[in-house]
């Protein structure tokens, strides 16, 4: 309960001042953020966490759509998927077979 009444608190505290001080303190702000943002000091480490951040989503994005392609082959063809996670050099052998009916009218 304490936490939510802070946090409450606090945004009803900034929202207040945010309100008094206007437009124009709100783009003082702003360009003072901008600044700090687009320092050397600040930049840098940022765009590296932004690197990381996205080459970890792209790496768990190909281990989701293995887990997803082993799940549907298992589900379609009964074939289990082999307990490695991956479904790269793994094939599935199917035969098809044609039927043809014909029509002696």
């Known amino acids: 309960m304490g936490k ?7 945004v ?16 003082q ?5 901008s600044k700090v943002r687009n320092s050397n000091l600040v930049a ?5 966490v932004g690197e990381r951040a996205a ?9 989701v759509t ?12 009964g074939a289990p998927n082999g307990g490695s996670g991956t479904s790269r050099g793994e ?4 035969e098809v077979i044609e039927e043809t009916t014909e029509n002696n009218d």
């Open 12 to 27: 009803g505290v900034g929202y207040i001042l945010g309100s008094r001080a206007g437009r124009a303190r709100y783009e």
């Open 44 to 48: 840098k480490p940022l765009d590296r």
């Open 66 to 77: 293995d887990k997803v392609a082993d799940a549907v082959k298992e589900r379609l063809f």
């Open 91 to 94: 094939y599935i052998d199917v």
């Open 55 to 63: 080459e970890a989503i792209r790496h768990q994005g190909e281990v």
């Open 29 to 33: 702000i702003l360009r003072a953020a």
């Open 4 to 10: 939510k009444f802070n946090l409450l608190l606090g």
